[in-house]
């Protein structure tokens, strides 16, 4: 355990909000399986985001809108069945949570249900405020996601940064306080003007965890395929590398292949 996370205790969405109340940063990774989550479960990480950016990392496909609701389900199933102490937020999928309340609520009841999972995170501001609404109403915790929001993408044409202008800016504004009001226990804010992100933060009461959103937050998030350097083809200034996994594993496999040719393994230690 780092010096961090002494306390054992699983992590809540109100243990998030005393996060910030005390000042201490609330540190998130994205995991889609089992043993990833619980390597970084026991490292004391905060929250795990089974995010779907899985479409990326886990497909191979160039947007996050081919995830489909069953495949979401498939990953944060592993993902809990790992995570022991983390709060586990599950990425509700592009379509399932789109202006219509009663098919998004059967849709959030499913995930919560087939996945045990504690938590669901929604991109959208006040276009899906009823379907949010709906969602918290019926217990279900919701962590909001704007700024950059990857669904919407054919929508942007673009990813680059988000709400530079004043009118998209106080759209953002608004949306956090709404989401909020709705209940809301976090907001997670992707790609926007570290100011923005930090004047947002100081507004609204509950956590926010930023991803290319500055330091003025009160939690980061980041992608584990990209933080632990196994993707090496997405480089965002944003992003900071702590390992390079992705050497590693080509050693490793090297080596392997070597051994196999060599017909240096198994060994005799290694065979029955
Ligand atoms: O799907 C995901 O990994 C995300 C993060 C980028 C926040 O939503």
Do not use: W
């Not at 003025?216 to 980041?222: A, C, I, P, W």
Request: proline share 3%; net charge neutral; charged share 25%.
């Amino acid at each position: 355990m780092s010096t961090y996370t002494e306390d054992k205790r699983k992590v809540t969405t109100h243990r998030l909000l005393e996060m910030k109340q005390r000042g201490e940063k609330i540190s998130m990774l994205t995991a889609y399986d089992y043993s990833m989550a619980k390597i970084i479960d026991e490292a004391g990480i905060d929250s795990i985001l089974v995010g779907d950016s899985a479409s990326n990392t886990m497909v191979g496909n160039a947007t996050t809108l081919p995830m489909t609701l069953d495949q979401m389900i498939y990953h944060a199933r592993s993902v809990v069945n790992g995570a022991k102490r983390a709060l586990v937020v599950v990425d509700m999928p592009f379509g399932t949570c789109s202006g219509n309340p009663r098919q998004s609520l059967e849709a959030a009841i499913r995930i919560m249900q087939k996945t045990g999972a504690d938590a669901l995170k929604i991109e959208g501001g006040q276009e899906i405020r009823e379907d949010v609404k709906k969602i918290i109403n019926a217990g279900i915790p919701v962590m909001s996601h704007l700024g950059l929001m990857p669904q919407s993408i054919n929508k942007y044409g673009t990813y680059t940064v988000r709400a530079k202008e004043e009118k998209e800016a106080q759209k953002l504004v608004d949306d956090c306080l709404l989401m909020e009001e709705l209940g809301c226990f976090a907001i997670t804010l992707e790609k926007i003007p570290a100011t923005l992100a930090s004047e947002i933060t100081q507004k609204v009461k509950i956590p926010v965890i930023g991803i290319g959103a500055g330091s003025g937050v009160d939690g980061q998030v980041l992608v584990i395929h990209d933080m632990m350097g196994i993707n090496k083809d997405f480089s965002p200034k944003f992003l900071r590398r702590y390992a390079d996994l992705h050497a590693i594993m080509t050693v490793a496999t090297q080596n392997y292949i070597r051994d196999v040719k060599e017909s240096d393994f198994p060994n005799k230690s290694e065979s029955y």
